[in-house]
Nanobody, 122 residues
């Protein structure tokens, strides 16, 4: 059974950095696509970054600022967020799924964490 727990969210000023963590049980990187999604109030959930099939993918809005990575020893997914902007403010979710084709779309991801809030002030 897959269990995902996010942590590391908080409040930060624009231009600062945060690192989100997702402790994953029942998951191995080689068997699952792992991704970070975010959702702001009244907005659709959007894919931010994914690690799947040995490759990373990023949305245009975070490319060059965010980095997704996986620590095998800790079975933990990370999202390093640099040069954050007020528009990055959202609830961030970790997700895991198998046989995912569109890794930045939420459909197909069956396993989700509870989310961690990120708030960026200008």
């Amino acid at each position: 059974q897959v269990h995902l727990v996010e942590s590391g969210g908080g409040s930060v000023q624009a231009g600062g950095s945060l690192r989100l963590s997702c402790a994953a049980s029942g998951v191995t990187e080689s068997n699952y696509a792992m991704a970070w999604f975010r959702q702001a109030p009244a907005e659709k959930r959007e894919g931010v970054a994914a690690l799947a099939y040995g490759r990373t993918s990023y949305s245009d809005s975070v490319q060059g600022r965010f980095t997704i990575s996986w620590d095998n020893a800790k079975n933990t997914l990370f999202l390093q967020m640099n040069n954050v902007k007020p528009e990055d403010t959202a609830m961030y979710y970790c997700a895991a799924g198998r046989d995912i084709i569109w890794v930045l779309r939420p459909a197909g991801f069956l396993n989700w964490g509870q989310g961690t809030q990120v708030t960026v002030s200008s």
